[in-house]
């Protein structure tokens, strides 16, 4: 089914492979390849397509936390970006990592940013061009705005706020981790959480759900309302905090929430349950 | 790397001298490219759970043969396309290691995965690339005895 035949709360954040492929020598657009495969991208890539990694250029390699507003300017740069391009993630995974990406582009308020339905899943099964030609762009002057870690983003502090006035939770692990059978995600070792569980009242609602696995595309609004709303009882309206193990995951949950079932109000919460089963006096349910 | 075979420690400082790491990526590109899946006949589909790498998301199978004179012979499966870091390892292992008597594997140190890959592998990828190292390492163990 067509993107806009969806019923998204804002399909315009969704482009298909065919628009993809139709646009790759847009002045103005910039393709952008974010995997968890480190060798994925070099070994091919859409043509034209520049490469943001997760680990190294989305976070600060010291503290734990996301880059600064001065390294982000330095990556725009980069990769040829300026405030008016419009970027267009796309990544293995089902697009696990170009949400995560998207989300930390928004952390700077960079406006013009869409995902690339399906991802690099649905461009190779309909065998559209890879090249491993690394393209180079002149760089730009890019004004960056300071990080916005209150819209979007949830610490720890809000998570525990939010769970004394018992606002909605998405716990989007996989449902051994929500129980607390496991520490880690299936495939995922452990992590250095020392309690297994969830944060009191959150849902689980695995983020892969949300996805058709054939093509990595995301299921329609009926599809997610129906996950998402009447079988877990989340509302557009609702304030919602979603958490993961270090907040890849939930910023995929967060995409589909916030941009193609129109919440307003939806943050990530990245400290996830990296943080929360090692802090020492939290509230955990089993 | 004395308990690392001549030609796997060979390799390892053929990578070791790359401090670019795309240089270094584009290498193990490069054996990935060399990739041969295991032939039909050493194995068929649907393979085995028994040569199926724990958690490994990229759908690697390993086989383990030993050859007349003793030495081993190993042969990969990688069934997703985009397991392109298992089909890299694969090659490698199989270049630098078929050949080698089944105690020259097993007794191989347990950072090579890291020593290859490198800081920049994820979590998943790690468990996948080790669980693949673990089982030719349990395989040629198992025909030493």
């Known amino acids: ?82 405030n008016t391009t419009t970027v267009i993630f796309y990544g293995d995974k089902n697009n696990w990592w170009a949400c995560y ?52 983003r949830a610490f720890r502090v809000d998570v525990l706020k939010h769970i004394s006035a018992g606002k909605k939770l998405v716990d989007v692990r996989s449902p051994e981790e929500y129980s607390g059978e496991r520490l880690h995600m299936p495939n995922y070792p452990n992590e250095g959480a020392l309690r297994g569980g ?21 299921k329609t609004a009926d599809e997610l309302k129906q996950i998402y709303e009447k079988e877990n009882n989340l509302n557009s309206k609702d304030n919602v905090i979603a958490y993961c193990r270090i907040g890849e995951r939930s910023s995929h ?34 | ?43 068929q589909r649907p393979y085995s759970d028994e040569n199926k790498v724990p958690f490994c998301e990229s759908g690697a199978y ?18 997703n396309p985009q397991g392109i870091s298992a089909k890299a390892l694969a090659a490698i292992l199989d270049k630098t290691l078929s050949g080698e008597k089944p105690e020259a594997v097993f007794n191989l ?4 995965v890291y020593k290859i890959f490198g800081q920049g592998l994820s979590m998943g990828k790690n468990m996948g690339l080790t669980g693949m190292m673990q089982m030719i390492q349990r395989k040629s163990k198992a025909l030493s005895m």
Do not use: C
């Open chain 1, 101 to 152: 990406a998207y989300w930390v582009f928004k952390l700077f308020g960079h406006v013009k940013a869409k995902v690339m339905d399906g991802g690099r899943l649905k461009w190779e099964i309909e065998k559209r061009e890879l090249t491993r030609d690394v393209p180079t762009y002149p760089e730009t002057k890019y004004k960056a705005k300071e990080r916005d870690d209150k819209t979007i």
């Open chain 2, 1 to 43: 790397m004395s308990n690392i075979p001549q030609k796997l420690s060979e390799f390892l400082e053929t990578l070791s001298m790359f401090s670019d790491e795309s240089q270094r990526i584009n290498l193990l590109i490069s054996y990935a490219d060399k990739f041969k899946a295991v032939t039909e006949e050493i194995a």
């Open chain 2, 62 to 79: 390993v086989w383990v043969k030993k050859n007349t004179d003793g030495t081993l012979k190993f042969y990969f499966a990688v069934e």
């Open chain 1, 1 to 82: 089914m067509k993107i806009e035949d969806r019923k998204y709360a804002h399909p315009e954040v969704l482009v298909s492979t065919d628009w993809a492929a139709d646009h790759l020598k847009d002045e103005g657009i910039r393709i952008i390849e974010s995997n968890e495969d480190q060798l994925l991208y070099s070994s091919g890539h859409i043509p034209g397509a520049v490469h943001v990694d997760w680990t190294k250029d989305l976070n600060d390699q010291v503290i734990r936390d996301y880059l600064n507003k001065d390294s982000f300017k330095k990556l725009m740069s980069r990769i040829g970006v300026s």
């Open chain 1, 198 to 218: 969830h944060i009191p009242g959150a849902k689980s609602i695995p983020w892969a759900k949300a996805i058709n696995p054939d093509d990595g595309t995301f």
């Open chain 1, 253 to 286: 949950t967060w995409f589909v929430l916030k941009n193609l079932l129109g919440y307003d109000h939806v943050r990530n919460y990245d400290g996830s349950w990296t943080e929360w089963g090692n802090l020492v006096g939290v509230p955990i349910e089993k």
């Open chain 2, 109 to 112: 140190p347990d950072d090579l």
